[in-house]
């Protein structure tokens, strides 16, 4: 690899995480991870590793896949409906060729489509229906990279102002869609109502959070109600909370090694 070819994708890398930056004064919170329930947790994870590509992954009992951008965990039980329909519609991820996959699709008769026959996007309904969206990219420089969240709301722009102002992070807009960042994830807010993601295929989006407790507190003296209080959770080794926003997607909070 030539001095500038390693250049450029020492840039790649870097970009998403310097886009991501929090807002100075806003809260300390990061990207932690997605969580899906599975009907069969071992089918989920073998459609993420050996379908999409995604790396094997474990935090004591809990398992799941990782990749550039993020990590994705999976609890054994089953849903109580796909994503589409729920606030969490579909998690987007970007590809070198998204061709390969739809071959791929096919043989393992997983549904597959385009939204539009000139975007170089695919739709895959994978196990329990599990919707991803693969985003062609023939520069990146790896196999697989996680790209957003998409989240069905009523109301995009209130929902991501909502973000904005409990969580900091950057409010922005993609591909004309109201959008939101952290350092590990984005999310995009489009038109439409759906039903609460709890308990569908894709349960809920994590963050981690310093001085959870602390942050639990400002969040209900700004008129937040709680679906879980701050407590240990023995399986993620940390104290985790509970809350879900207006469009009806669940958040857990996360603070590592506190118990």
Not at 52 to 74: E, R
Request: aromatic content about 6%; hydrophobic content about 40%.
């Amino acid at each position: 690899m030539t001095m500038q070819r390693l250049f450029t994708a020492c840039l790649i890398v870097a970009m998403p995480v310097l886009a991501q930056r929090p807002a100075p004064g806003g809260p300390s919170i990061n990207a932690a991870h997605i969580h899906l329930n599975a009907s069969d947790a071992d089918k989920s994870l073998a459609f993420w590793k050996d379908f999409i590509g995604a790396s094997a992954y474990s935090n004591g009992s809990v398992k799941g896949v990782g990749m550039l951008g993020g990590t994705v965990l999976v609890t054994a039980k089953a849903p109580s409906g796909p994503s589409t329909g729920s606030a969490i519609d579909h998690l987007g991820m970007k590809v070198p060729d998204i061709d390969v996959y739809a071959e791929k699709a096919k043989k393992a008769n997983f549904k597959s489509f385009r939204p539009k026959p000139d975007e170089e996007r695919l739709m895959i309904d994978g196990p329990d229906g599990v919707r991803i969206e693969l985003i062609s990219d023939s520069d990146m420089y790896t196999t697989i990279e996680f790209n957003h969240v998409h989240v069905s709301s009523p109301q995009p722009k209130e929902t991501q102002a909502w973000y904005a102002k409990h969580f900091g992070g950057r409010p922005g807009n993609i591909e004309g869609a109201e959008s939101w960042s952290v350092q590990g994830m984005n999310l995009i807010f489009v038109q439409g109502d759906a039903k609460p993601s709890v308990d569908r295929a894709i349960d809920h989006i994590a963050f981690e959070v310093k001085d959870l407790a602390g942050f639990c507190k400002k969040l209900t003296e700004d008129g937040l109600k709680l679906d879980v209080q701050p407590h240990a959770d023995a399986e993620l080794k940390a104290t985790v909370a509970m809350l879900t926003d207006p469009s009806g997607t669940r958040i857990e909070l996360i603070e590592p090694g506190v118990r």
